[in-house]
């Protein structure tokens, strides 16, 4: 326990030290790093030197908590706090990012730190850091994005849920989308603004309340569930683009819509040939004046 409690505490420290180094003006970091980087490599290339290596530590950890490595894993985890070490911060997060990271972390040491091996969160823990290492490094294109379907798909099960009457349905949709959303969460902490990861924890936070009522509120979810969906594609920049012709809630095959719309339009048209068909076929003789006039003479 003392053992535990040593690193734990050697870990936090570190965590300050990092965040303090991340802060610091990029020149002073430059000066201190003089005396031993040489001539001939730049500070900016050592860093990226140092990101590689974090991440390979990283995704090394990774493979080995996924297989059950017991070895492995501890002796990567040493190895991805070894690079840690003087690895600044600088331009690629916010304080905020800094944090998660450290919680994911932290929360695989303990993982690790434990008697009793878990499968479940060995995976868990692991998927999160690796997210959240890849966001820190890969700031373009990082993996967590690859998740948004996977979200979508367990918001569309809740919508399902909600439009079955189904409590039942949209507690299990939930309960699944919760738990993929607390994966890529500190790699989305990482990149994104603090203000859209609140308002997206402040949605989990209320949606959880509405799962668990055992007092069906079918308008409150529903309401819930559309700005879930406008939350959610906010968080992964996706653009919300609504549909030609919105689906109507209570039909669950988008055919029958499909063949009443068409149908509509074929008779308007059908009409409309109709009407000038028989307009073509009324002829009404018009004659002028002087013809009228001139008749009279004969």
């Known amino acids: 326990m ?41 500070v900016e290339q050592e860093h990226k030197e140092k990101l590689v290596l974090f991440e390979q530590a990283a995704e090394e950890l990774y493979r080995d908590m996924q297989e059950g490595n017991t070895p492995g894993a501890h002796t990567h985890m040493e190895r991805l706090t070894e690079t840690l070490e003087d690895l600044s911060f ?7 990012g800094i944090h998660a990271l450290a919680e994911s972390i932290m929360d695989v040491r303990e993982t690790l730190a434990r008697v009793e091996i878990s499968p479940d969160e060995w995976a868990a ?6 997210l959240a290492v890849n966001s820190l490094v890969h700031q373009d294109h990082p ?8 979200l979508a798909d367990d918001l569309g099960k809740m919508s399902k849920g909600r439009s079955t009457g189904s409590p039942v349905l949209f507690r299990e949709a939930f309960l699944a989308l919760q738990s993929h959303y607390a994966t890529i969460r500190p790699a989305a902490v990482i990149r994104k603004d603090a203000s859209e990861i609140n308002r997206f924890d402040s949605w989990m936070s209320y949606t959880e309340s509405l799962s668990d009522d055992k007092n069906w509120d079918e308008p409150a979810v529903g309401k819930a569930v559309r700005q879930g969906d406008r939350l959610l594609k906010e968080l992964f920049d996706r653009k919300t683009e609504e549909p030609v012709f919105l689906p109507i809630t209570g039909f669950s095959s988008p055919w029958y819509w499909s063949v009443l719309i068409g149908g509509w339009i074929v008779l308007a048209l059908a009409y409309t040939g109709m009407r000038k068909y028989l307009a073509d076929q009324t002829v009404t003789s018009v004659h002028a004046k002087k013809d009228r006039v001139d008749s009279y003479r004969f």
Do not use: C, H
Request: avoid cysteine; aromatic fraction near 10%.
């Open 2 to 42: 003392n053992s535990v409690i040593r690193k734990v505490s050697i870990f936090t420290l570190l965590s300050i030290s990092i965040m303090f180094v991340g802060l610091l003006p990029y020149d002073v970091q430059a000066t201190a790093n003089d005396s031993v980087v040489p001539n001939s490599v730049s």
């Open 125 to 130: 823990s692991s998927a999160r850091l690796r």
């Open 143 to 150: 993996l967590w994005l690859q998740y948004y379907k996977v």
């Open 90 to 96: 600088k331009g690629l997060t916010s304080v905020e």
